[in-house]
């Protein structure tokens, strides 16, 4: 397995169009994602955002690391590793974003994380640095979405309009590793 940063895809085909869709989720949620990135040390890792879905919002409650393998240049989780994290998922609750961590500043998906995200009706969010912490919100981090055949990587403007965060309580972190 090449690591995936020599797997360059092509551009987009035509340009993200924002729409009303907002996730919200609250600084700590922020830091515990930094937190299970980092628990992997210099290697790629993933977790993953469940919550609510209201509409066009949607907020975040529960923050769930996979048994996964990771290395230096990239992660693989199993289908059972999945299935085994979501087993005790509320009823309520839905899969909002799935996150993994990139070795440097580089946070655009590579071919390899355009065919990893479990399902185009999520966020994919790529983190710098393996997970350590990051000076800008959320312009340092890659917001991607599936728009019209593509996973289109956010501007900055598009990611802070896309990603907000609001200060609300009740957010679970699990680690499965
Ligand atoms: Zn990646």
Redesign the pocket.
Known sequence: MQD?DFLRRPAAPQPYSLTPAILYLSSDAVHATHKLLQRAGRN?SCVFWYGERHGDNASVHSIRAPVQRSRRGNYHVEPESMSEMVRDLRAAWRPLAQI?S?PGVEVE??R??DAMVSSRRILSI?FPYYGRPIANWPSDIGVHEWQLNYWHMLSSADAMARVRLREFADVEVRDFR
């Open positions: 995936e790629e993994h990139h998906h590579s390899y994380d790529v």
